[in-house]
Nanobody
Framework: QVQLVESGGGLVEPGGSLRLSCEVSGFSLADYGIGWFRQAPGQEREGVASTSRYEGQFYYKDSAKGRFTVSRDNAKNTVYLHMNSLNSEDTAVYYC???????????????????WGQGTQVTVSS
């Protein structure tokens, strides 16, 4: 069955970096775009960044531009979210999700995504 499993979260000091991984199974990663989302306590889930199924196509929300980078390794069935210059506002549970239709990879409405991971906690604190 389709599964997405996030890992790599943890506690990091302000200004630090983390790399999150989203390992997928049950489908070919090469055929799908993947989105990264996050949800802070008491807040709605928001989109952060995404990758199209096509090489070199990525999209970043303003909160991620210049600090976060998405990459993918189709051979390893894994998408990565590299996060730099982290601050307390980045504290959240981070999720990856499979995009239903690659045409919408610049959009983060939940209806465009059909499978979700369980999330990984990122805490930025000194």
């Amino acid at each position: 069955q389709v599964q997405l499993v996030e890992s790599g979260g943890g506690l990091v000091e302000p200004g630090g970096s983390l790399r999150l991984s989203c390992e997928v199974s049950g489908f070919s990663l090469a055929d799908y775009g993947i989105g990264w989302f996050r949800q802070a306590p008491g807040q709605e889930r928001e989109g952060v960044a995404s990758t199209s199924r096509y090489e070199g196509q990525f999209y970043y929300k303003d909160s991620a531009k210049g600090r976060f980078t998405v990459s993918r390794d189709n051979a390893k069935n894994t998408v990565y979210l590299h996060m730099n210059s982290l601050n307390s506002e980045d504290t959240a549970v981070y999720y990856c999700a499979r995009l239903r239709d690659n045409r919408w990879f610049r959009y983060f409405q939940r209806r465009h995504y059909d499978y979700w991971g369980q999330g990984t906690q990122v805490t930025v604190s000194s």
